[in-house]
């Protein structure tokens, strides 16, 4: 599946005017891709989205998985849980989440052609789409959405990164004056 971007007839026609001047968008287009990719590795790096929003904790589940399951994560014999262990995997622990395996975190590329880019991933788990299930959660699965793409849920670039993307191509704009 691919997230269509809206909003961007600005950097379209200033990639136009590029275009007229260098006949060669390539570079630009890679650097635009660069900055999206470096955009996506914040979010994983800082556990919130590019527009501000703070991901949800792991869950108890995810967190006794990580830990061998249940009855490894308690002492023997008693009803409560080793010592370190809500150090490590509780809300605030110091467990990060979405990057176990790096499985999304790491899969990130940048196609470019001379008319276009494209970031996308080539993670897979289980059969399922695993960045589109936590960009946007599983209600079936019971996951809850941590965004990580630049991008809202209406197709709008976040502000931040589009006005960056627009005086990139400026700059590149003016070394061909």
Not at 76 to 97: E, H, M, Q
Not at 152 to 165: F, P, Q, V
Request: charged share 30%; proline share 4%; glycine share 8%.
């Amino acid at each position: 599946m691919s997230i269509k971007i809206t909003g961007i007839e600005d950097i379209q026609k200033s990639l136009l005017s590029l275009e007229k001047k260098t006949k060669n968008l390539k570079p630009t287009l890679r650097a635009i891709g660069e900055m999206v990719r470096s955009c996506i590795d914040e979010s994983f790096e800082n556990e919130i989205s590019p527009f501000g929003e703070k991901w949800k904790p792991i869950s108890s589940n995810t967190a006794f998985s990580y830990a061998g399951g249940k009855t490894k994560a308690f002492k023997k014999g008693a009803k409560s849980l080793k010592s370190g262990f809500l150090k490590r995997y509780g809300v605030y622990g110091d467990k990060r989440i979405l990057v176990e395996s790096s499985n999304l975190k790491d899969s990130w590329g940048v196609k470019v052609d001379n008319k276009s880019v494209t970031v996308e991933s080539y993670a897979k788990s289980r059969g399922f789409p695993y960045g589109l299930t936590h960009q946007f959660g599983s209600a079936k699965k019971g996951i809850p959405a941590r965004p990580f793409l630049p991008v809202d849920k209406n197709g709008n670039l976040e502000i931040n990164l589009k006005n960056d993307i627009l005086e990139h191509i400026e700059d590149d704009l003016l070394k061909w004056d």
